[in-house]
């Protein structure tokens, strides 16, 4: 799936702002999910496909999808699609 050719965006971890940190902490250990933190994933998510990296059938309709994306559960069938093409942003 990858070209090579640009390195893949930021990783949620290595973050500075300090506030994807704990929006993802909060989803991967299960907590409710605010209307903000799903936006704030919404960006992130976004960030992390922009890059040329990705590559396949299915990258457009994902970055498509994360506009779609409104609560925990559509973040977490995006993420399962994502993997399915082998992206794991978390």
Same mark, same amino acid.
């Given at each position: ?30 907590? *409710? ?26 990258? @457009? ?6 506009? *779609?994306?409104?609560?925990? @559960? ?17």
């Amino acid at each position: 799936m990858s070209s090579g050719r640009q390195a893949i965006p930021g990783y949620w971890m290595n973050e500075t702002s300090g506030e994807l940190r704990p929006v993802i902490e909060n989803y991967l250990t299960g907590g *409710h999910m605010t209307a903000r933190e799903v936006a704030i994933m919404r960006v992130y998510l976004r960030l992390w496909m922009s890059s040329d990296h990705w590559r396949g059938p299915m990258i @457009d309709p994902l970055r498509t999808q994360i506009d *779609h994306i409104v609560d925990r @559960d559509d973040i977490e069938r995006w993420l399962d699609r994502a993997m399915n093409e082998g992206i794991d942003p978390l």
